[in-house]
């Protein structure tokens, strides 16, 4: 199974639209990507123009799903919500699936949040990073995480914490060290797109 890690946070703070950058980031870092998007209250549209999982494709990934609990976009029924791993089969030859939603399963999770108050209650071995949005009007040097101080480019925010230290903290828009931090934790014995399987 390829490594999983979630995208999490409220509705209407930006998962979606870091969900196709990091897409882009990815696949630009020549990386297989698929992308299952959750839909616990049955509300999604596959594949019509502007939809989640249309947006998804259009940003490159090489397998969407859309799972909710009484149906799973890969032209079959559902009686019940699909669990991820279920799901993950049916992506074929991928290098790592990226779940948007699934708070509630035990995989890494980047959490997605417009200011503090958005913040959800995860288990803190679970959370690998918080992602804000730049422009939103919150400080991310007053964020925990970053111990006071947004850290200066190209500076490393290393995944090593202690007990009850904070995840590290960076701005939506900083997909390079986003994915640096995946690719030394969730990525890290997973080769790219025509490398070793």
Known sequence: MPPVFSVVGRSNTGKT???RSLIKELKRSGYRVAVIKHDPDDHGEVDKRGSDT???????SDAVALSSPTRLTV???????????????????????ILEGYKGKRYPKIEVRMREEDRLQLEREQLLAVVYSRGAGFDLAAAPGTG??????????????????????????????????????????????????
């Open 17 to 19: 639209t870091f969900v």
């Open 54 to 60: 249309e947006l998804f494709f259009r940003e490159g």
């Open 75 to 97: 032209f079959r029924k559902a009686e019940k919500d699909t669990p991820p791993e279920e799901i993950i089969a049916l992506c074929g030859a991928v290098d790592c699936v």
């Open 148 to 197: 006071g101080a947004v850290q200066e480019e190209g500076q490393k925010k290393e995944l090593r914490l202690e007990e009850g230290e904070d995840p590290p903290c960076f701005w939506n828009d900083e997909l390079a060290e986003i994915l640096g931090l995946l690719q030394r934790t969730v990525l890290a014995d997973r080769g790219k797109e025509g490398g070793d399987d």
